[in-house]
């Protein structure tokens, strides 16, 4: 324990003399008090003796009062020294009071001796005064004294506790900064222990690399020479040759900051493995001044985390690299093209009515062909090409050293031919499968993101043709996309009330022209992107799932115009048709929806016509069969729409429940043309249609043929059998206003016309 500073030992002196002198102050002011009052009680004592002797009365001659102790004492007071009694009075007043005090005396012994004396009644009172005014002095100033000695003593108690507050300060302090050091001491014997007992490497290198402290756990890596710490370059030997400079420089780096870097490094058993190597620069510090070297292993961490990014880049269904690695596996492909100056194609494959397998067959089947698909490309592509699988049943192939368009077609053929023979699954079970393909040659001002969007364009343009194909990207399949993407935006955020609305079409008896029917059409004038075709939207809208929506704004559309109608005096035997897709056939709400808005506007299920298409309803597990069942039960027509152009037979429609069949227009047309090209009159029966017609016919189904143009076209369909006729010849689609003249609802002018007319018009 050292000694106390100096400045802290003189305040210690300067408050041990406050209380010395404070105390001797309070004892001599004590001592005044004590006089003072002492002096004050003799001035009262003179009053009082004074008092006493004027009062005397003279005694005669001949008895004089000789022997009164008492009286003569107060004579002897008068006459005694006064000085202590008088100190508080000026010198004048203190002669003064002197001389009447001897004058009083001396008249006071000549009456107590008898003799007869005159005294002066203000000698008296001049006198009293004096006194009282000494002995108040006096005792004021007894009072102050003994205040003051109070203070002194309160000074003195005060400076007695603030030295004894200090002394036990400074003694705690001693016992505290004592027990730092033992604390510290501890603390520094238990740091060591950690660092020895703590797999962490630690070391401290000065400025000349020479190392000035480790842990117990360095020499393991680095050893232990006797007499000496090891040096920098004894760790920097641990590192593979190549890392050694970079690991040196790291270690003496003067602006060392603390990130680590990772280095494999091998210790004295040859063992190798990971660390992070650690620097923090801590020469200012007295207590280090050095490169504090923390060296940690991390090879756990570096294989766990190699072992992440292996399973984040690698698909774990069939063991292909996944979408993340696409951007270096282009890379990759680029420098390599750059190096044989060959160039870089990119092909996506998309295994087409996979989700029918899923479905039918199940997820575990459907894995099972995604596996086997995978096998087989793999084997059909060249060692350089990466294949990769995107996601669901998308692949992707980077072709590296392509030399033209041809070459990328060419390979891309060959990875559809691997589809040629089905797949057994399940072991017993063989299945077809196809694919489409796109593909795209990178342009030098072409992005990865670019390349790999012209090869989905080009594989969604495969698909539109039917499939099972390979195509090449042309940019103006880019605007097509581009087109059919910003037609999708518009649909999303479509305000159906005020872009959507219907026209008519009718439908009308083939001899007659009586209209017996009107099919519903949807138009769409949209704000972003003008008129849209159906053909265009429609797919759209079935492929997002804004289908189920837009048709329920048909369907409700479509009863308030009928009902509109039929308040205006509609023959009760017209019936009004619209077109439901496959999309909202699968849809749970969708029966329930209908006969809802139906019975909201009141109507006649009998009334409306649900137009479907072949395909709609046929291979979909039997969900849109039973629910256009329960649309029939209730009284709804369903119309088998466009037959003909799809690639189901007769035989399948007995399982569909219909009451209407409507050959699509394909077929009409194809039919035409074939007959004109024999030489035949197209104003003859068609053996086609009279075979439909004919099985319709058993089935108890009326025919609506489609697209009929011409006289001659109707002619012949008459004599085919076909009882309706729907197209621009009998009628083209028109809005309510319009079609209301038609129906013969319009001006009462109108009323009365032909039904020839009235089309014409």
Known sequence: MGRLPLHKSLGVAFVAMVIVAALSAAGYLSLEAFEERDAAAKAIDLQVATLNVGALEVTSPEEPDLDDVEKWGWITELRSPADDALHALTEDEAEEARLQLAEIADHGAMVLRGVAVTEEEHQHERLQTLLAFAADRSARDAITARRQAYAAIAL?????????????????????????????????????????????????????????????????????????????????????????????????ASDASGEPEVFELADLEGETGWFAVRVSDLTDDELVAGHLVTVSEISREVELRNELRSQAQTDHLTGLSNRRTLD?????????????????????????????????????????????????????????????????????????????????????????????????????????LRASIGVAI?????????????????????????????????????????????????????????????????????????????????????????RVGPDRFIPLAETSGEICHIGEWVLNAVCAQLSAWIDQGLDDNVT??????ARQLTDAQFVPEVFKTVAAWNLDPARLVIEVTESSVIDDNGVAIGRLGELRARGFKVSIDDFGSGYSNLGQLLHVPFDIIKVDRSLLVTLSEKREMHGGDPTDACSIMQAVVSIAGVLGAPVVCEGVETEAQRTSLISSGITYLQGYHTGRPSPAEQTESVLGLGPVSQRGTRVEDRLAA
Not at 169 to 192: C, H, I, P
Not at 490 to 514: C, G, N, W
């Open 156 to 252: 003195a108690l005060a400076a007695v506790t603030a030295l004894g507050v200090e002394l036990l300060r400074r003694r705690f302090r001693r016992q505290a900064v004592a027990e730092s050091q033992r604390t510290q001491v501890r603390e520094g014997q238990r740091l060591q222990r950690l660092l020895n007992d703590s797999p962490d490497i630690f070391m401290v290198l000065d400025p000349g690399g020479a190392s000035t402290y480790q842990s117990a756990s360095a020499a393991r890596l680095v050893g232990r020479t006797r007499g000496s710490l090891p040096s920098i370059e004894d760790l920097v030997c641990r590192a593979h040759e190549q890392d050694r400079a970079r690991l040196r420089n790291h270690l003496v």
């Open 328 to 432: 270096s596996s282009l890379e990759r492909a680029r420098q390599a093209a750059n190096t044989s100056k060959s160039l870089i194609a990119f092909a996506t494959l998309d295994l087409d009515g996979f989700k029918e397998i899923n479905d039918s067959l199940g997820h575990q089947a459907g894995d099972e062909m995604l596996i086997k698909a995978t096998q087989r490309l793999t084997l059909a592509l060249p060692p350089d090409d990466i294949l990769l699988r995107l996601g669901g049943d998308e692949f992707g192939v980077v072709m590296i050293g392509v030399q033209n368009e041809t070459d990328a077609l060419n390979r891309s053929r060959v990875l559809l031919s691997v589809f040629d023979e089905p797949f057994k699954i399940q072991n017993q079970r063989l299945e077809p």
């Open 442 to 530: 990178a342009e030098p001002s072409h992005t990865g993101v670019d390349l790999v969007s012209h090869a989905d364009v080009a594989m969604y343009q495969a698909k539109r043709t039917g499939g099972s194909a390979v195509v090449a990207f042309e940019p103006a399949m880019e605007d097509e996309a581009t087109l059919t993407a910003n037609v999708t935006r518009a649909l999303r955020s479509a305000d159906y009330d005020q872009e959507f609305h219907l026209v008519f079409q009718p439908i009308v008896d083939s001899k007659t022209l009586e209209v017996v029917s009107l099919e519903a059409l949807l138009r769409w004038d949209s704000p972003l992107v003008g």
């Open 576 to 581: 009004m048709s619209f077109n439901v897709s």
